[in-house]
């Protein structure tokens, strides 16, 4: 009988399962995944960041219809973590309280290293990826920047930057309705480049690949598909910055309604998405890559990993 592990990962937009197990050779086979979206880290670029009562209850509640889905597999080991939002909240403990007042199952809450080496982990499971021995991988959430440099098998760099689009959103962006004016663009872009900066991770030489994860891009990627009548996974997985360049000029001159009729673009992401698009940008930009490939082995595929090899 196969050994079959469960993780949830509380993220800033989104709460998500992946149930896995191990196949043959090693490899991590995902075996059911869901998506909720719960925004958490509304008011996460406060300078006292709290969650909100409202957040807490729902992410709780989104928490416990997800364990109730992972045990139909009966998991061995079930492992709940949560990332940026609840680790910069003040009251983050109360959270953690809710979630086992409602589930009896403890939350652990990843330091900013630990999520960046577990997504760097993550995306190393990826077919795709096999005989990569050497990959810069970047995830882009709702409360951080993620960069992860791996090198021969092994995470030699990981980062994580308070660059997320509700975070920068919230700071930079006053009517969330309005089209985003060139002077906001032009703040977002030089305060991602700074913060990129100051933090001296490496950019080696454009031949090694630029590994893409994160709702953001799963959502550019799913609109660039709808684009030309495609399915997200029947559309390429590489990413070009042209592309990402012409998707967010047209996004940022849209209204907030207009952005709702946008086809696959989620209507909890309207307001956040051209932040993401003007901070991968200006990554790309930075770190001169042309094009990224997206990655659906994320987080939740590196806790899983680490679960089974622990065994």
Do not use: W
């Amino acid at each position: 009988m196969q050994e079959t592990v469960a993780v949830i990962d509380v993220g800033s937009n989104s709460i998500k399962l992946l149930v896995a197990c191990r196949a043959a050779e090693g490899v991590l086979s995902p075996l059911f995944s869901e998506t909720i979206e719960t925004r958490i880290s509304t008011g996460i670029s406060l300078e006292n960041p709290r969650l909100q009562d409202t957040a807490i209850r729902a992410g709780a509640e989104t928490i416990a219809e997800l364990v109730n889905l992972a045990t139909s597999y009966h998991p061995t080991q079930l492992e709940i973590v949560a990332t940026s939002a609840v680790r910069d909240a003040s009251n983050g403990d109360d959270f953690t309280d809710a979630v086992f007042a409602k589930t009896g199952k403890r939350l652990r809450i990843l330091s900013g290293q630990e999520e960046a080496t577990s997504i760097g982990r993550g995306v190393a499971c990826d077919p795709a990826l096999a005989g990569a021995e050497h990959f810069i991988q970047v995830d882009l959430g709702g409360g951080s920047l993620e960069l992860v440099q791996f090198s021969s098998g092994q995470v030699t760099e990981a980062i994580s930057l308070q660059l997320g689009a509700v975070r920068l959103s919230e700071r930079f962006i006053d009517d969330n309705e309005a089209p985003i004016d060139p002077a906001t663009e032009a703040q977002i872009r030089a305060t991602v480049i700074q913060s990129i900066q100051e933090s001296g991770f490496p950019f080696p030489s454009p031949d090694i690949p630029f590994v893409a994860t994160g709702g953001a891009f799963v959502i550019t990627r799913a609109i660039l598909a709808a684009q030309q009548n495609l399915t997200i996974e029947e559309h390429s997985a590489e990413l070009s910055l042209s592309a990402i360049t012409t998707l967010k000029k047209d996004l940022c001159a849209k209204t907030l309604h207009q952005r709702m009729s946008v086809p696959h673009l989620p209507a909890n992401r309207t307001d956040i998405i051209p932040t993401a698009l003007i901070t991968i940008e200006a990554l790309m930009h930075h770190a001169e890559r042309r094009a990224v490939f997206h990655s659906f082995c994320n987080l939740r595929f590196g806790i899983a990993a680490a679960l089974l090899t622990s065994n």
